[in-house]
């Protein structure tokens, strides 16, 4: 009997050379972690792939459609398992192409791992391939560029038989390559920017700037409904939250009119930074695409960068608004976006912002408040709410240093 399985395929886990074994492993914990609601029963190596068995009927299937956005997977494929018998083989390449929708015409690719197989890859594509003939006396065969392939794979003593393949989204295990603070807004931009750096392997911490208490919490909870909608392919661990709605009062009566966005966002870049080093994360993200508003022109993004020295990237920076959205509706992310909800952004906003900042009025503004002991009372007020993550790890110096940050009543 057949058994269904899944497939995961990698590219460039597979290219890091040394690093090799250590990529798998980080690919089959996020596997595990992204699987965990269905019954894994085995995450294993085979010849190049990682094999996935699960105990329950059907839940191949389910995990099928959460493996592929899992960063790191490069194609996965719902495959059967059966043993070396050829008339079990050959039935489960009858019920792969069943399955493989419409098709016209299709070709059988093996592949051996072991040489002890008595049947060559040439004479297991000729025995599949009569098969399938018989059973399909409609559909021809094409031996390039076929509607369906049908691979079947021999791996010591089993045969793995597969039609439906698809895709993944590529990039690198999360946790592979170090940790990053990203600058999350409930907007359309920052979660796929979020999403950017986490499919090339980075843990994402996001830091969100909460209109509160001047404004409702609205946009907090959209925050973490976006985290949600991240999971279970991508584990966010925690959310922090920084209430500014009264730092912006403050500054928005200190500072000229037109200042007012650089002054905040200066300020949401120096928190932003403290919890980035509190966290030991290496550089900050966040979602900026040039021109897309007013704050977004290259002077205001100098004259908001010079207040950090963490590296800052802007994923999004030469993307076009559609490609942007496009990517939020693929990730679950643009109906949660799209609710409206007051958060510092909206909040004190100038009539007309400047749009093309001079370095020493900003200096000037900037002087205008105590930005150092305001950045030192935001950090003192963050507050964070945690989530199931399998890759992120808190910092050990927030539990010594608690008045630094201080857990959020939930
Ligand atoms: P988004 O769709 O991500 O909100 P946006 O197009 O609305 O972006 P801005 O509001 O100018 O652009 O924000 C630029 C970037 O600054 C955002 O992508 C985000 O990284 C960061 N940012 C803006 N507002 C906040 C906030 N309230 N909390 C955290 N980060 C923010
Ligand atoms: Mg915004």
């Known amino acids: 009997m057949a058994s269904r399985v899944c497939l995961v395929h990698y590219h460039e886990v597979g290219l890091k050379g040394k690093n090799r074994a250590h ?61 070396r018998e050829p008339d079990e083989y050959c039935r489960a390449a009858v ?70 393949s698809v895709r993944g989204v590529g990039g690198l295990p999360v946790g592979s390559a170090g940790k990053v603070v990203t600058l999350l807004s409930s907007g359309i931009d920052s ?11 980075a843990v994402c911490v996001p830091v969100h700037f909460s209109g509160r208490p001047q404004t409702a919490d609205t946009s907090e909870y959209l925050c973490q409904d976006i ?14 939250v920084v209430p500014f709605g009264d730092c912006q009062r403050e500054i928005s009566l200190a500072c000229p009119s037109a200042l007012r966005v650089i002054m905040y966002r200066r300020v949401m870049y120096a928190v932003a930074e403290r919890i980035a080093r ?72 100038p009539r007309s912002p400047e749009t093309h900042a001079k370095l020493d009025q900003v200096h000037e503004a900037w002087e205008l408040f105590d930005h150092e002991a305001m950045i030192e009372r935001l950090v003192d007020a963050v507050e964070y709410v945690d989530f199931e993550s399998g890759s992120y790890r808190p910092p050990r110096r927030l539990r010594e240093r608690h008045a630094e940050l201080a857990p959020r009543e939930q």
């Not at 985290?227 to 922090?240: D, E, F, S, V």
């Not at 508003?293 to 920076?317: D, G, K, W």
């Open 23 to 83: 990529f798998e492993r980080m690919l089959m914990d996020s596997l595990k972690a992204a699987c965990a609601a269905f019954s894994i029963s085995c995450v294993t190596r085979i010849s190049g792939h990682i094999l996935m068995t699960f105990s329950a009927p059907g839940d191949a299937d389910r995990a099928f459609d959460v493996i592929r956005s899992v960063p790191g997977v490069a194609r996965v494929s719902l495959a059967y398992h059966t043993n």
């Open 95 to 164: 019920r792969a192409l069943g399955e493989a929708g419409e098709f016209d015409t299709f070709k059988v690719a093996a592949k051996r791992s072991n040489t002890d197989y008595p049947l060559t890859s040439m004479d297991l594509n000729q025995q599949v391939g009569s098969v399938l003939c018989e059973a399909f006396p409609q559909k021809r065969v094409k031996m390039r560029d076929p509607d369906v392939t049908v691979h079947v794979l021999v791996v010591q003593g089993s045969v793995y038989v597969y039609a439906r």
């Open 191 to 201: 979660p796929v920017a979020t999403w950017m750096l986490a499919r090339r392997g």
């Open 227 to 240: 985290i949600a909608a991240l999971a279970p392919a991508i584990q966010i661990g925690r959310l922090y």
């Open 278 to 349: 509190i966290e030991g994360a290496k550089a900050i993200v966040t979602g900026e695409s040039l021109g897309q508003v007013a704050s977004q022109t290259l002077e205001n993004i100098m004259a908001v960068n010079e207040v950090v020295s963490l590296p800052v990237f802007r994923p999004l920076i030469g993307s076009d608004k559609q490609e942007i959205i496009e990517r939020a509706e693929k990730i679950g992310t643009y109906d949660i976006s799209c609710e409206t909800a007051p958060d510092c952004c909206t909040l004190f906003m």
